[in-house]
Nanobody, 123 residues
């Protein structure tokens, strides 16, 4: 079983930055795809970013965060980072770390989820 624990959420002003971390533990396969989703109250959970290792590292982002958010991995510490810059009030949500059970996510849903961390961006 894999456990994912997020940290780094909080309250920031619009235009500010925040760094989220996801630490994985349990039965870890380091090359499996990982990513971030978010969910605002009354909204559907939406994809934010994903990182995959298949023939090299690849990343993908939702259009709404492209150019502002960066996903990366610290292999030595088995953590995934979401660096969020130029934050907007629309980014306010609970952010969830996710892990797939394949090296490429494709159309599959994540197999594991963290419990979420709150990000609030004030105007």
């Amino acid at each position: 079983q894999v456990q994912l624990v997020e940290s780094g959420g909080g309250l920031v002003q619009a235009g500010g930055s925040l760094r989220l971390s996801c630490a994985a533990s349990g039965r870890i396969f380091s090359n499996y795809a990982m990513g971030w989703f978010r969910q605002a109250p009354g909204k559907e959970r939406e994809f934010v970013a994903r990182i995959e290792w298949s023939g090299g590292t690849s990343t993908s982002y939702a259009d709404s965060v492209k150019g502002r958010f960066t996903i990366s991995r610290d292999n030595a510490k088995n953590t995934v980072i979401l660096q969020m810059n130029s934050l907007k009030p629309e980014d306010t949500a609970v952010y969830y770390c996710a892990r797939w059970r394949s090296v490429v996510a494709g159309t599959l849903p994540p197999s594991y989820w963290g419990q979420g961390t709150q990000v609030t961006v004030s105007s």
